[in-house]
């Protein structure tokens, strides 16, 4: 089982649509969670962190279920620019490593 | 700052040459990581330095690849020799504290041929 775990997608969604990604993760220890963008043959970059008790950032609303081990991302009323892959990080204790999920592909059309 | 450097951008190499990736971090960041992204594998962690001093080299695929860090601002990822199955993105990011926010280069696309 691999330690991060995201669906792959495609998410094929119109815009103003309303979009969810989750995310498992295998190791209990871990401490650390984001939500990282990567455009097309792009580098990726942070869209947000995850808090325990949640967070939102404008459209986007990020949680974390550590009961279950799972995180997941919202993004409300959906924009043709949203269209990108998502990717789950986790770090584990004392963040000594990083771990990438795979990333979900999410297409918004018009 | 101009963000992380990677040099060079693209790279096509013929098997069994040596390859070398450089990467220069955001000044002042403590950390510094080099990823490989394939399609099959995704973003794999393949080393990471904290005050250039290697900390976790267990993603490093095999004896083939070093990689070294001989000051704050400069590091480098060698392939040697280089395989086609090497063929990845390699993104070098840094980063100023455990548990923050990293920021990434925009990569190096090797081609091994």
């Known amino acids: 089982r691999k330690e991060v775990e995201q669906d792959p997608g495609p998410f094929n969604v119109p815009e103003g649509a309303t979009v969810a990604f989750n995310c498992t993760y295998s190791?209990?220890?871990?401490?650390?969670f984001f939500w990282y963008r990567q455009d097309c043959r792009k580098e990726p970059k942070l869209l947000m962190s995850?808090?325990?008790s949640g967070n939102e950032d404008g459209r986007f609303t990020a949680q974390l279920n550590r009961a279950s081990q799972y995180i997941s991302l919202l993004i409300r009323d959906s924009k043709l620019s949203d269209s990108a892959t998502y990717l789950c990080?986790?770090?584990?204790?004392?963040?000594?490593?990083?771990?990438f999920g795979a990333g979900t592909r999410l297409f918004v059309k018009a | 700052d101009a963000g992380v450097i990677q040099s060079p951008r693209h790279e096509v190499t013929e098997m069994g040459q040596e390859v070398t990736l450089r990467c220069k971090p955001i000044?002042?960041?403590?950390?510094l990581f080099w990823y490989r992204q394939t399609m099959m594998r995704g973003l794999e962690l393949l080393i990471y330095f904290n005050n250039n001093v290697p900390i976790d080299d267990s993603g490093m695929p095999e004896d083939r690849f070093s990689a070294k860090m001989p000051n704050a601002s400069f590091s480098t990822l060698k392939i040697q020799p280089s395989e086609p199955r090497d063929s990845a993105v390699y993104f070098c990011a840094s980063q100023d504290r455990m548990n923050t926010e990293a920021f990434f280069g925009q990569g190096t696309r090797l081609t091994v041929v």
């Open positions: 990080v986790v770090k584990n204790t004392g963040g000594f490593k990083t771990i």
């Open positions: 995850v808090y325990s």
């Open positions: 000044s002042g960041h403590d950390y």
């Open positions: 190791n209990s220890a871990s401490q650390s």
